[in-house]
């Protein structure tokens, strides 16, 4: 890897281990209300999607924007009672590597395509926050993923390098962001191997964040 003054991170599928969560919240959804035509390989393309880019979905799929609020409710009520039953499921690695930035003094941001109030939700039942130093939500920008405005607003709004630093990200939407906004990216694996995408450019690549650690002392 390389020296750096600032890593930004993913939130969904990195951080915290909610896709897989979501992945089966929605298989649960679509069998029980019929939609049994959505393939798991739509469904895995739907990691890293925006809110908006999951509404443009689901209407070009049934016609109906209404199907996927609908839909979406159901999934919220099983999701969420997983959390209340079993607690926010944090990616192995991440505490060790979040808090070693800290000790060194490197900037760490999240930009997540999830919404500002929901992923609070979520990153407020952990203690990740006490080692952000920002963090940008997918409400807070003109377009998301894979749009690289969400990333380069980091940029901008704290006058950072773009070849100081590295973007962790596991989803296709997330690389191709990082890869738009011209900035160095290391692929977590997590639910969908992407590493022989023709689209996408990744100069690092791991299975876990517990394995990144290492590399990084090695250069900082």
């Known amino acids: 890897m390389k020296k ?5 991170f993913d ?22 209300y019929g ?3 959505i393939t798991e390989e739509e469904r895995l393309g739907m990691v890293g999607m ?3 880019a ?9 016609g109906s924007e209404e199907v996927y609020w609908q839909l979406r409710e159901y999934r919220e009520e099983i999701f969420w009672k997983y959390m209340d039953n079993h607690g926010i499921p944090i990616k192995e690695g991440v505490m060790d590597l979040l808090r070693w930035a800290k000790q060194q003094g490197i900037f760490c941001a999240i930009a997540s395509s999830t919404h500002r109030q929901r992923a609070l939700q979520l990153l407020n039942r952990t203690s990740i926050l006490d080692y952000i130093d920002d963090a940008i ?12 405005d969400i990333f380069l607003q980091v940029i901008s709004t704290h006058q ?41 450019q990744i100069q690092y690549a791991f299975s876990s964040l517990k394995d990144v650690l290492p590399q990084l002392k090695e250069c900082n």
């Open 137 to 148: 939500f997918g409400d807070m920008v003109n377009h998301t993923k894979p749009a690289p």
């Open 54 to 62: 999951a509404v443009d979905f689901f209407t070009k799929k049934f």
């Open 160 to 200: 950072l390098k773009l070849e100081e630093g590295i973007i962790f990200e596991d989803s296709l939407n997330g690389v191709l962001a990082a890869n738009r906004a011209s900035i160095d990216v290391c692929w977590i694996e997590d639910l969908v191997d992407i590493r022989h995408h023709p689209e996408v």
């Open 4 to 8: 750096v003054q600032w890593l930004i």
């Open 11 to 32: 939130m969904d599928g990195l951080l915290l281990d909610t896709e897989r969560l979501y992945q089966r919240c929605w298989e649960e959804v679509f069998t029980t």
């Open 50 to 52: 925006g809110l908006s």
């Open 35 to 37: 939609y049994e035509s």
